[in-house]
């Protein structure tokens, strides 16, 4: 009965040194069997599988170590003693302590070409969500008891009332430092009576409602991202289309809807606190009556300021809501990737309001609103 515990036996075969294996090639029956295949010496051998009954990794890899650099030829093995060799040399790869060295300029150009990928990829990932909002939508109108007035509710509190106390506050601060670097910069003029019109047209034009869209973005978008993200992680979603629930009606619109249609509010309330923090400090520091600064408010903010307002605020909260959700269903593996959409909402939010901003600006001068 042959023996289970591995051996091998030299033999001279010629020009060549014979290695004839026997027993078991595997973890628990090696025993010594490493060492003395270490003072095995020639260059060229001839490896005889033949008696070898069994065989792991680890008795293919003494195997591979011994014929490693060396002319050899192995005979008498079975089929899946060839494959198993074959996997073990395939493995057998040299593996770098330190990654190679790349010149800055290209690591620099590199890091431009994936960032310049990712945000192509990101884009089109919101065009195709935007779609998928619009087809939700025209779905409600034709059926529109789907439609969640609850839902939509909920979030205009989340993100109206909660967001009044933060917003005023900005804003007014807002205000004061328009007027005080205003009245700063205007004095070497002789021309600070002139603050009423930076104020008033500040606020009204552009700080009100971009400043909103930017505290909503940070509050509101990153609220939606981590809510979403939270409930992919939790199957909840999933668990939704399983029940027949669609979760772009129950999730996505809304807090699309409930953005869209605050914003404007919100916008409108920014410029009004921004204006009110500007004349309290034009009263106390320039010695203008309130009185005086809301007549000249009056006389210097045309109505077109207030109407760009208006239709950048409803565009401005459709694209941060949309950022959020966005990348909130795109939460998956672990909650670390929730922390990942959730910058990434907020930042993708702040920077296509302020790229829309800039598209608004020119727009609206093109047709004569300045």
């Not at 008498?76 to 593996?95: I, M, T």
């Not at 207030?306 to 949309?322: D, E, R, S, T």
Request: a neutral charge; aromatic letters at 8%.
């Amino acid at each position: 009965m042959m023996s289970s515990a591995a051996d091998f036996r030299q033999s001279v075969d010629g020009d060549r040194r014979a290695v004839r294996f026997s027993g078991n090639l595997t973890l628990a029956c090696i025993s010594d069997l490493p060492k003395r295949l270490d003072e095995v010496d020639g260059t060229r051998l001839l490896v005889d599988l033949s008696q070898v009954s069994r065989m792991d990794t680890v008795g293919a890899w003494l195997v591979h170590r011994l014929v490693r650099g060396r002319e050899a030829e192995i005979v008498g093995a079975k089929e899946h003693f060839q494959v198993l060799l074959e996997q073990v040399s395939q493995a057998d790869q040299p593996v770098k302590v330190r990654p190679d060295r790349t010149p800055p300029l290209y690591r620099v150009m590199g890091q431009i070409g994936d960032a310049t990928s990712i945000a192509g990829r990101t884009l089109l990932g919101l065009l195709g969500f935007f779609g998928a909002v619009l087809v939700s939508m025209a779905a409600l109108i034709r059926n529109p008891r789907r439609f969640r007035l609850n839902a939509v509710t909920q979030q205009f509190e989340v993100v109206g009332i909660h967001s009044l106390g933060i917003v005023g506050l900005m804003s007014f601060l807002v205000g004061i430092v328009i007027a005080q670097q205003g009245a700063v910069q205007l004095r070497q003029f002789g021309a600070e009576v002139f603050t009423v019109n930076l104020i008033g047209r500040m606020s009204v034009k552009e700080l009100g409602v971009l400043m909103t869209a930017i505290m909503v973005a940070g509050r509101s978008g990153s609220a939606f991202a981590a809510q979403i993200g939270s409930m992919k992680l939790a199957e909840e979603v999933d668990a939704m289309r399983t029940i027949g629930l669609s979760p772009m009606e129950a999730l996505i619109i809304p807090r699309v809807l409930a953005t869209s249609l605050l914003m404007p509010l919100l916008g409108f309330y920014a410029a009004l606190v921004s204006i009110v923090g500007g004349g309290i400090f034009s009263w106390l520091a320039l010695d203008i009556p309130p009185v005086t600064f809301v007549q000249r408010i009056r006389e210097v903010v045309p109505i077109t300021d207030l109407y760009q307002a208006l239709i950048k605020a409803p565009v401005f909260g459709l694209i941060i809501a949309m950022a959020g959700c966005f990348q909130g269903m795109q939460v998956e593996g672990n909650a670390e990737a929730v922390g990942l959409r959730t910058t990434a909402a907020v930042v993708q939010g702040i920077f296509l309001v302020i790229v829309l901003d800039a598209f608004f600006a020119v727009f609206f001068t093109s047709i004569g609103w300045v």
